[in-house]
């Protein structure tokens, strides 16, 4: 079985930078694309961007572009998700993913596991 663990959320200013970190257990992590999704109170839940199982190619929202950042380290299992510039609508619980192929996607029903989230409150 997968299993994925979020962490680094916390409260920051708007302005702030922030890192999140996904770390993926189990054998296929190093084969499948990855994803990260946020989801703010009373909202659906929504596409942030998105990374090929190499980490050569990466796809984002247009709320992500030119401040969010996805990266990915195949040897320890990870994917990060950098935020700079944070703003308060960046609020949200922020969900990583692990798709159920090699390339990038917007679709969540492309993804076959989720974390369970880590909280991201920007405050103005």
């Known amino acids: 079985q997968v299993q994925l663990v979020e962490s680094g959320g916390g409260l920051v200013q708007a302005g702030d930078s922030l890192r999140l970190s996904c770390a993926a257990s189990?054998?296929?992590?190093?084969?499948?694309?990855m994803g990260w999704f946020r989801q703010a109170p009373g909202k659906e839940r929504e596409f942030v961007g998105s990374?090929?199982?190499?980490?050569?190619?990466?796809i984002y929202t247009d709320h992500a572009k030119g401040r969010f950042t996805i990266s990915r380290d195949n040897a320890k299992n990870t994917v990060y998700l950098q935020m700079n510039s944070l703003k308060p609508e960046d609020t949200a619980v922020y969900y990583c993913?692990?798709?159920?192929?090699?390339?990038?996607?917007?679709?969540?029903?492309?993804?076959?596991?989720w974390g369970q989230g880590t909280l991201v409150t920007v405050s103005s």
């Open positions: 993913a692990q798709g159920v192929n090699m390339a990038t996607s917007t679709i969540v029903s492309r993804y076959a596991y």
């Open positions: 990374i090929n199982w190499t980490g050569d190619t990466t």
């Open positions: 189990g054998p296929t992590f190093s084969n499948r694309a």
